[in-house]
């Protein structure tokens, strides 16, 4: 069986409802049904755009944790030596990001939270202030792109 994208099974059931149904409800009277036709119609057509954005929005988190990755990778190669272990956790955590399943957005998102979370715990316990301090901040730049762009896909702008 196909797999069938829900916002575009959602923005199918909006159009039919403004398109088809609404347009045949002609009877006297019948204002109330034919405004509730439209108001279902204008929330299926919502919740069909904000399935559509949080795809947009992981794949975004996705590129933005892989940047991360890089810069971390380039902190740690000017610690040589103490970072050599955490080198391990980063490529790890790039392997994980790089097979997270791309056809389950939410599993997706689940497996990018998880790998910069577990790569952070790593950090902290084996890394000196300074040097986990340095790491830290290119991964941090990956949670407030998520903040960002989850922001955008409820319709807000980043503070």
Known sequence: MP??????????FSSFARDDVRPAITGEGDEFLEA????????LSFLSKELGGMGESVETQ????????????DVLDD?????????????????RVSNAPRDDVYEHERVLVEASADLLEAVDE????ETARAVRTP??????????SQLRMLGREAE
């Open 139 to 148: 991964l941090y730049g990956f949670l407030e792109t998520r903040v960002e």
């Open 79 to 95: 610690a040589a030596v103490e970072g050599a272990d955490l080198s391990v956790s980063v490529e790890e955590t790039r392997r």
């Open 126 to 129: 084996g890394l000196d202030r």
């Open 36 to 43: 509730q036709v439209g108001s279902m119609s204008s929330t």
């Open 3 to 12: 797999y069938l994208r829900p916002e575009l099974v959602l923005d199918r």
């Open 62 to 73: 996705h590129e933005a944790l892989l940047a991360a990755l890089d810069d971390a990778d």
